[in-house]
């Protein structure tokens, strides 16, 4: 089993910045792909970006290149989401995700965290 535990989301204007952070425990070197989701409300859950977590390969969705910058910190088990130039339309809960290839699909990732709220308005 693997344990994701998001933070630092919250409520942001418009063009600001935000930095979500995943710890991960467990048995976390049975995962190699950790990824970020996000659900609108009324929406589907969908990919945001994904590192492999050994070489550090990115990916992204096409709505947040040169926005977001997903990274991680292997010493401390901790995934993060850069979030800039944020737009009301990003406002969803952020899911961070553990599984085994990047790929921009749910099912790839078999452990989830609980989620983190981040709301962009004015």
């Known amino acids: 089993q693997v344990q994701l535990v998001e933070s630092g989301g919250g409520l942001v204007q418009p063009g600001g910045s935000l930095r979500l952070s995943c710890v991960a425990s467990?048995?976390?070197?049975?995962?190699?792909?950790m990824g970020w989701f996000r659900q609108a409300p009324g929406k589907e859950r969908e990919f945001v970006a994904a590192?492999?977590?050994?070489?550090?390969?990115?990916d992204y969705a096409d709505f947040v290149k040169g926005r977001f910058t997903i990274s991680r910190d292997r010493a401390k088990n901790t995934l993060f989401l850069q979030m800039n130039s944020l737009k009301p339309e990003d406002t969803a809960v952020y899911y961070c995700?553990?599984?085994?290839?990047?790929?921009?699909?749910?099912?790839?990732?078999?452990?989830w965290g609980q989620g983190t709220q981040v709301t962009v308005s004015s």
């Open positions: 467990g048995r976390t070197f049975s995962t190699n792909a």
């Open positions: 590192i492999n977590w050994r070489g550090g390969g990115t």
């Open positions: 995700a553990a599984g085994y290839i990047i790929r921009p699909v749910i099912g790839e990732y078999e452990y």
